[in-house]
T-cell receptor, first 111, second 114 residues
Framework: TQLLEQSPQFLSIQEGENLTVYCNSS?????LQWYRQEPGEGPVLLVT?????EVKKLKRLTFQFGDARKDSSLHITAAQPGDTGLYLC???????????FGTGTKLQVIP | DAGVIQSPRHEVTEMGQEVTLRCKPI?????LFWYRQTMMRGLELLIY????????DSGMPEDRFSAKMPNASFSTLKIQPSEPRDSAVYFC????????????FGSGTRLTVV
């Protein structure tokens, strides 16, 4: 079973601060996804990365896939209250149906 | 597109009762997944279908759980009989091409078994 550990588990920051969330595994993934989940809703896909070393930007969010495709990071610049939520990484390996979700990072951005 | 639609949003039932959760995937998506989310275990895959055919049900916890997809626009997850430990949020998700390309999740059904 592939495990995806996310850190930190909880993060509470002031509006305007920067932050980085990490997603680590000992397994190699063919692709990795990041989702944000708000209370009472399902996770929403933010990005999919497939190439080792790949960097993708989505407005103030920057996603990076590790060179060895075992880890990933999500960096948020100038966090806003609307960024509050549960951030989940999910790795696909051994065929595109075996997706493992990470343990999650709960982010709170205080106005 | 209205997205993945699940019903009901909330379900409270007594232990021993049958519970049926419903899902309408996005039109054209060829994969459908049922997940369960709890604080302790996070998101767990229960079963998934490809073109209405069940492919992997190894995540279904017990024989009390069953899932069907009679056509491309409808799926059900049934628990019979329900137990308090089944209390969780159940999500349906659909995908075009497979999980590795990303899911579109529904809003979930919060099940409470008392």
């Amino acid at each position: 079973t592939q495990l995806l550990e996310q850190s930190p588990q909880f993060l509470s920051i002031q509006e305007g601060e920067n932050l980085t969330v990490y997603c680590n595994s000992s397994s190699v993934f063919s692709s990795l996804q990041w989702y944000r989940q708000e209370p009472g809703e399902g996770p929403v896909l933010l990005v999919t990365v497939v190439t080792g070393g790949e960097v993708k930007k989505l407005k103030r969010l920057t996603f990076q896939f590790g060179d060895a495709r075992k880890d990933s990071s999500l960096h948020i610049t100038a966090a806003q209250p609307g960024d509050t939520g549960l951030y989940l990484c999910a790795g696909a390996a051994g065929g595109y149906q075996k997706v493992t979700f990470g343990t999650g990072t709960k982010l709170q951005v205080i106005p | 597109d209205a997205g993945v639609i699940q019903s009901p949003r909330h379900e409270v039932t007594e232990m021993g009762q049958e519970v049926t959760l419903r899902c309408k995937p996005i039109s054209g998506h060829d994969y459908l997944f049922w997940y369960r989310q709890t604080m302790m275990r996070g998101l767990e895959l229960l079963i998934y279908f490809n073109n209405n055919v069940p492919i992997d049900d190894s995540g279904m916890p017990e024989d009390r759980f069953s899932a069907k997809m009679p056509n491309a626009s409808f799926s059900t997850l049934k628990i019979q009989p329900s137990e308090p430990r089944d209390s969780a949020v159940y999500f349906c998700a659909s995908s075009l091409g497979g999980a590795g390309y990303g899911y579109t999740f529904g809003s979930g059904t919060r099940l409470t078994v008392v």
